[in-house]
């Protein structure tokens, strides 16, 4: 998604420091607390008068609650995120607990992210993290100005230690506890600026390879509250038959044989399908296979195929006639490409993929008058105010969401289709809760799928061999288009998210980017790294292909054009040595690529084999170098690599959706296909943080290096043959094999 801009230095408004009544009274808990010396913990606030903010509540005990404003799922960010509050308050980690955020954007919006509570685009740490590390420091300061009063000594006389105020010259200490028990907030409170932040020297817990995340101990011991987990008293189950065809309606019902189904209680006609509210989750799926619906036919996704349409995308991308969107322009490209030596013009495409995370879409609300509260695995709580209250024909600051933890996001649960499953048939049934479940072929099928798309890349090179001009032409739907409408009107037509990872830190001194949107209807969605995922899939495979022409080496070339980068050089340069770049692999073959995304620099070496009767690649290993600008916690940074290499490999080796006429042809692991566990590389990960660097994402720096490196690998192990279409299935390769 869009970025903007952080101050590079900024002080507090009182405003983000007023105490709200009950605001940290109503978040969820996770789990049970773990054993205090294994650090922080997910439960609920602790009880304490003592709010000098909406972020951080002290008990008397000493108990800290930090509220962390970031939905986990599966990335950490719960530990991050107060972490750093954590870290410029001196807090006592072993004392610290984690609060998730109510739904309050006023409060605990993204001051990075449109300012909505947004968790997607590895936004989090890069958006939150000015505003937490202040909150933090302002926090001590109030702390500190709090016990000047207690003591009768001047501030200037304080210091801390985790969770204590010590007076030095008198010997006399206070635990944070105390504090809060027994004094008054001052008035005015304490401003803190970028002056007041402890130096890199000064961490205790940031860089620190001994923070352990603090949702894995609940995860473990099966009491993690996940969407699916929740259960309420009086509670109903629901489940919706969808048309095969998106944007069809129910014209008509027959629901005789699901009505007489034990446990079916009520039968709900929505506008887009059909719900069934039920006493048990068994009842409603019986119920949804009995019933019998005549669906319109008057939806224009009828005439969406994908395969047909990924072929006009790359027609259209090859037609320089045809005109876009200008997304980004350097130099005079044309004259440049013009008057090249030589040219190199070539298509790269990626097919439809669905996000099947682990825990498929649910969600359960209750409806009472023009109140709703929810509790879903969402990642979107802002999102999710607004569609609930116009199911409900009410404000969204009636609409309360509690946020569980997600099993799996990838963008997915950014969407509001299942919230509005459950506050529609809720809605049904005022007073009493409704969870909805989807099935396993309802998530599937009924997936907001990463966008189909053809790219088309011509670069001229002079008569050295140095690129002098490069022409990017992407193809495909916007999701903007339909999730932001305003944000995508105000970019001229331009998706910079569908768009994102084609401009990069390579020295050229002509590049245009162009984006040619296509309308046909089929709802399209973030999906892990979104455009990135598949822009630098084409933008490393064509630097390979320019090594090729020239006869360097690929590590070479990409340092040489990365001469003013030491970041990206280093990131380069480390994964070389860790994969022995020269050593020659019998019968295996080695391929880089390289991402400046999300304000990280990763690189990764693949090393791969294949099976040229069958066309099977088999990914050995991957070696990943990343510089995340500051490691706040280089040990879940590992993981996310993993996360992401992992995931990486499977939609480039496996994962694709098929539409004919509309409708969708996979609907479970039979048929989509996803990386097993047998098939997953052995993978090494160096982090490699670069002092005074800004705070890079991590979420989903891991994935848009891997494919390239396998294609790449490929290339070098076949003496040049191209994969050039996301995912390399064994037909797409032998047939690649036979050219």
Not at 578 to 593: E, H, I, K, T
């Amino acid at each position: 998604m869009s970025r903007t801009s952080q101050p590079h230095s900024r002080a507090l408004s009182r405003r983000s420091f007023l105490v709200t009544a009950g605001s940290l009274g109503i978040a969820v808990a996770f789990g049970r607390a773990s054993d205090p010396a294994s650090g922080a913990t997910m439960a609920p606030a602790a009880e304490g008068a003592f709010r000098p903010n909406a972020w951080v509540t002290i008990a008397a005990d000493g108990t800290i609650s930090i509220v962390a404003p970031a939905v986990e799922m599966g990335q950490g960010i719960t530990t991050t995120l107060p972490l750093l509050v954590a870290e410029e308050l001196d807090a006592d980690w072993s004392r610290v607990r984690v609060v998730q955020a109510p739904s309050d954007a006023g409060t605990y919006g993204n001051p990075g992210f449109y300012g909505i509570q947004l968790t997607g685009g590895s936004e989090s740490t890069r958006g939150y993290h000015a505003l937490l590390r202040l909150t933090g420091a302002q926090t001590r300061l109030i702390l500190m100005v709090a016990a000047a009063g207690m003591l009768n000594v001047p501030v200037r006389e304080l210091t801390t230690e985790p969770n204590k105020v010590l007076h030095p010259p008198s010997g006399r200490v206070l635990d944070y506890g105390e504090v809060a028990t027994n004094a008054v907030l001052p008035d005015p409170l304490p401003q803190a600026t970028e002056a007041d932040l402890k130096s890199r020297d000064r961490w205790r817990y940031i860089g620190s390879r001994t923070v352990s995340r603090i949702d894995v101990p609940s995860k473990i011991d099966g009491t993690a509250v996940f969407g699916t987990d929740v259960q309420l008293p009086d509670m109903l189950y629901g489940a919706v038959l969808r048309a095969p065809v998106q944007d069809e309606r129910p014209e008509a019902i027959d629901d005789t044989a699901a009505r007489g189904v034990p446990g079916v209680t009520h039968i709900v006609p929505l506008p887009y399908g059909v719900g069934i509210i039920g006493e048990t989750i068994q009842a409603t799926r019986r119920a949804i296979d009995l019933l019998s619906v005549t669906w319109s036919t008057t939806s224009r996704v009828r005439n969406y195929t994908s395969q047909r349409l990924l072929d006009e995308y790359r027609a259209i991308g090859r037609d320089l006639t045809k005109q876009g969107v200008t997304a980004h322009t350097s130099g005079d490209v044309e004259a440049a490409i013009a008057d090249a030596t030589t040219v190199i013009e070539v298509d790269y495409m990626s097919d439809h993929v669905a996000h099947a995370t682990m825990e498929p879409m649910n969600a359960t609300a209750r409806v009472t008058g023009d109140r709703v509260e929810i509790w879903a695995p969402t990642q979107g709580p802002t999102g999710t105010q607004g569609f609930a209250a116009d199911v409900v024909g009410t404000t969204p600051d009636k609409v309360k969401v509690n946020t569980t933890l997600l099993g799996g996001g990838f963008g997915r649960k950014a969407e509001a289709d299942f919230i509005i499953d459950a506050v529609s048939l809720a809605k049904a049934v005022e007073g009493r809760p409704v969870k909805v479940i989807w099935s396993r072929e309802d998530d599937v099928r009924h997936d907001k799928f990463r966008p189909l798309e053809a790219q088309h890349i011509k670069v001229g090179l002079d008569a050295e061999g140095n690129i002098v001009g490069w022409r990017h032409r992407i193809v495909a739907d916007s999701i903007f288009a339909r999730t932001m409408p305003p944000v995508f009107a105000q970019a001229g037509g331009h998706d910079d998210v569908v768009t994102e990872g084609a401009q990069f830190n390579y020295t050229v001194p002509a590049h245009q980017i162009e984006y040619l949107r296509q309308d046909n209807g089929l709802a399209i969605g973030f999906w892990f790294a979104v455009g990135v995922g598949y822009t630098r899939f084409a933008i490393e495979c064509v630097v390979d292909e320019i090594a090729a022409v020239r006869g360097v080496d690929p590590v070479a070339l990409r340092l040489e054009l990365l001469k003013d980068q030491p970041r990206a050089r280093n990131v380069i340069e480390t994964v070389a040595r860790m994969a022995q770049w020269d050593r020659a692999r019998d019968g295996r073959g080695l391929g880089v690529a390289y991402s400046d995304a999300f304000g990280s620099h990763c690189a990764q070496v693949a090393e791969v084999s294949l099976n040229r009767e069958t066309g099977a690649i088999r990914v050995h290993k991957v070696w990943c170098a990343i510089d995340p600008g500051v490691a706040i916690q280089p040990l879940h940074i590992e993981a996310m690599m993993m996360t992401g290499i992992t995931n990486g490999t499977g939609h480039a080796l496996f994962e694709q959706i098929n539409v004919v006429d509309g409708e969708v042809q996979e609907s479970n692991f039979d048929t989509y296909r996803v990386i097993r566990m047998s098939e997953a590389p052995e993978i090494e990960v160096a982090v490699r943080p670069t002092p005074g660097s800004p705070f890079g994402g991590i979420g989903q720096a891991g994935l848009p290096p891997t494919g390239p490196a396998i294609a790449n690998a490929v290339a070098r192990l076949t003496g040049g043959v191209r994969l050039r279409h996301y995912p390399f299935t064994p037909e797409r390769v032998k047939a690649a094999l036979e050219a």
